[in-house]
């Protein structure tokens, strides 16, 4: 690709053909246009800020609108998109955007939840679909994927991410990008993508929605940055402004984040659109005095699209007639989203987006339902089993639990254009599936148990061989502006769940959220726990797919689960300490005298999160053996492989991933504990042996280095493979060299 524009990846006939069209409306354009091309304008969905404009129409026609967000339907998409191409000084088409994070009509698991399938593959696939749909319905722009990396289970985006891992985060924004745009921005089956939030909106303090960030640039660096790169590589189209301030300066001004690092460095070749009104929260902020000398820092910082403010349209203009914005760079801005424009086929046929036919055929289809089902299975994580799990379909079930029979929160506020009309619950699935099911609700939906809801369910408990206990909060409880402080269940719902289980009856807890909960106490009391998440359009069939064992629980966890919130944020790649507790140190009493409590530890809870990162169980039992690795030494444009042996010594299929972590010894800035460094996602029959092998490549250990630059130093390393970042199988070493 010639990294220069985008058109790199358009082929050379019409490459050309793009490239004049653009040069001939750059030429005829009048400054107050140029500027409606880097402007946005929301068409529906409103949020509580006093930004946007009621005439959209009006200011179609006028050429002040290059893209609408959040228009409602095919029809009301066509009528603007004619105003435009029809009406306006210049007919340039208007580019639709919408939030369409996990699915379209289809509605697959939280982007959290596929990123707990281990399996990018698949989420490339979904993200297809939800392309497919959505192009279909009139949308040519995804605000997706989220590749923030977060540590902090309270901020309600978190279901928006991959997690808190800078690998896997990376592959699923490789993946998403893939599965959105295709290998053809102009096939009727594609959409625009987006990586947001750039960058490090992940961090915000405290877990608090729209709060502020204060990282490192080594943190930036080697936590938040890679994701960026990796959709930069796949050839994402567009890039999203984050919130937050980076050094304190908000980053939809920061100069040296856009221009130096995103486009000098990583090479980024389309173009950068605002958040909801960053530009004129610059002025909030503390940056700007004014909406003018707003849109002066972001136009002249690289920012070049603005979701809804309003500074360009009412100041661009002028701030090039006073010579305080040079109208090469406003040129630079509108060339590289006419450039997407035409790449996307606009120019050919600006209404090739809305044909009904097409979207009666791709829509909500049998083979899209089906692939939503396989992703539910896949993302469900075992966290507990006891041998509740799996289900017998010929036992008496008693399911309890609003949430088993709640169509909306099996989705969050991010539901595309599905309909929960169109959710299959799990009492739904189950009563289809199994011979005898009784059903009570148990609790309200913010989680209120009454003394008459109790004691149907726990009637219902005492005759039946099982109880599912589907548990969770509410599907709004996730997202953006849905920070929570608390993490537990929310009412009385843990409660419900310890007298359940006092009926003497095996409990399986299934958990439907939008992020991981602190739940100890029911991991306590319940037989089995089965982080769930909110799964979609097909929550019921998946969900019951594992419960009944016809699917191995697939999931392995994203993050870390802390015991409580006070340990917030715990991740496994933490950085050392000068004063690590002693390996015979029992952390879960007390410090008994000074020799136990001048470490870093709590004296009053262990260091170790609930769950740890990667963790997640199986219905097979699969053991490891026959450890090994190639090579004790690599050169820098060398890697080694890590091979185990597997064996399913139980008579069902089962998965597991095998993981790889890495931690570099001694370097010129202190190295994680361990990073992971690779995986593999592996299907076994019962009974099946097989050797699995892991490539660990030199540029796996790149970091930040002292000396600024990107690169792995030569040094000793440690190895482990497991289960998760908290269960080791085996351990071995090896030496980087140069």
Not at 103 to 116: K, V
Not at 283 to 307: C, F, K, L, P, Q
Not at 531 to 550: H, I, K, M
Not at 571 to 586: A, C, I, Q
């Amino acid at each position: 690709m010639d990294d220069s524009s985008i058109l790199g990846y358009v082929d050379e006939d019409r490459r050309v053909e793009i490239e004049a069209r653009v040069d001939e409306l750059l030429a005829e354009m009048s400054l107050e246009e140029k500027a409606g091309q880097l402007t946005q304008e929301n068409a529906g969905f409103l949020t509580g800020t006093d930004v946007g404009r009621s005439d959209t129409a009006e200011a179609i026609a006028d050429g002040e609108v290059g893209s609408l967000l959040n228009v409602e339907s095919v029809a009301d998409a066509r009528k603007f998109q004619e105003i435009a191409v029809e009406e306006s000084p210049s007919g340039v088409p208007l580019l639709l955007a919408l939030d369409v994070i996990h699915g379209y009509r289809t509605l697959f698991p939280m982007p959290l939840a596929e990123a707990a399938a281990w399996d990018p593959d698949l989420a490339e696939r979904t993200a297809d679909v939800a392309a497919t749909e959505a192009a279909a319905c009139g949308v040519h722009w995804t605000f997706a994927p989220g590749v923030d990396v977060t540590r902090d289970p309270r901020w309600g985006r978190i279901l928006e991410t991959s997690g808190e891992d800078t690998l896997l985060a990376s592959e699923y924004a490789r993946a998403r990008v893939r599965g959105f745009q295709g290998d053809d921005l102009a096939a009727d089956d594609s959409l625009l993508a987006c990586a947001k939030h750039y960058a490090g909106y992940g961090a915000s303090e405290a877990g608090r929605e729209y709060n502020t960030v204060d990282i490192s640039e080594t943190t930036l660096r080697e936590t938040h940055l890679p994701p960026f790169e990796a959709a930069v590589d796949e050839g994402v189209g567009t890039v999203m402004n984050a919130f937050n301030v980076h050094e304190r300066v908000p980053v939809s001004g920061h100069e040296e984040l856009i221009e130096g690092v995103l486009r000098d460095e990583l090479g980024f070749a389309g173009f950068l659109i605002s958040d909801w009104n960053s530009f004129g929260e610059m002025i909030v902020h503390g940056a700007a005095e004014d909406r003018a000398e707003a849109a002066e820092t972001a136009i002249t910082a690289g920012s070049e699209m603005d979701m809804v403010s309003g500074v360009y349209t009412d100041h661009l203009a002028d701030l090039v007639r006073e010579g305080r914005v040079p109208e090469e760079r406003v040129d630079e801005a509108v060339r590289r989203i006419l450039e997407l424009k035409g790449a996307l086929g606009l120019f050919e046929d600006p209404y090739r987006y809305f044909d009904e036919d097409r979207a009666e055929e791709r829509v909500l289809t049998d083979d899209h339902r089906a692939l939503a089902r396989e992703a539910v299975a896949e993302s469900q994580v075992l966290l507990e089993n006891d041998g509740a799990l799996p289900l017998d379909a010929d036992d008496s079930v008693a399911l309890v639990g609003t949430f088993a029979d709640s169509q909306e929160d099996m989705m969050d506020m991010w539901d595309g254009d599905a309909s929960a009309a169109d959710v299959v619950t799990l009492r739904t699935a189950l009563e289809e599936r199994c011979d005898d099911v009784t059903y009570a609700p148990g609790y309200e939906r913010d989680g209120t148990v009454s003394d008459a809801a109790r004691e149907e369910a726990v009637a219902a408990a005492e005759d039946a061989d099982v109880v599912v206990a589907a548990v969770g909060e509410p599907g709004e409880w996730g997202g953006e502006g849905a920070s929570r402080a608390h993490l537990d269940l929310p009412g009385d719902q843990a409660a419900l769940v310890d007298a359940l289980a006092e009926t003497g009856a095996p409990v399986a807890a299934v958990c439907f959220t939008s992020r991981p909960l602190i739940v100890p106490d029911v991991a306590d009391t319940a037989d089995a726990v089965l982080e769930s998440w909110f799964p979609g359009t097909e929550a019921g069939p998946g969900v019951a797919d594992v419960l009944l064992g016809e699917r191995d629980p697939g999931g392995r966890l994203p993050v870390s689960v802390p015991v409580t919130e006070g340990q917030i944020p715990v991740y496994y790649d933490r950085l050392s300490t000068g004063r690590p507790v002693p390996d015979d140190v029992d952390l879960s009493e007390p410090p008994a005298g000074p020799e136990e409590r001048f470490h870093a530890r709590y004296v009053d809870i262990p260091n170790d999160p609930l769950y740890h990162f990667g963790h997640g169980e199986s219905y097979a039992d699969v053991t490891y053996a026959d450890w090994s690795q190639s090579t004790e030494e690599i050169g820098f444009d060398e890697s080694l492989a890590v091979s185990v042996t597997l064996e399913n010594e139980s008579h069902r299929a089962g998965t597991e991933v095998v993981q790889v972590y890495a931690h570099d010894r001694t370097g010129s800035r202190a190295r994680p504990v361990k990073e992971l460094v690779g995986y593999a996602k592996v299907r076994l029959d019962a009974g099946e042996r097989r050797e699995v092998s892991v490539e660990v490549h030199a540029g796996d250990l790149a970091f930040w280095t002292a000396e600024e630059t990107w690169e792995a130093e030569p040094g000793e390393f440690d190895l482990s493979v497991g289960r998760s970042a908290g269960d080791v199988v085996f351990e071995g070493e090896f030496e980087l060299v140069e």
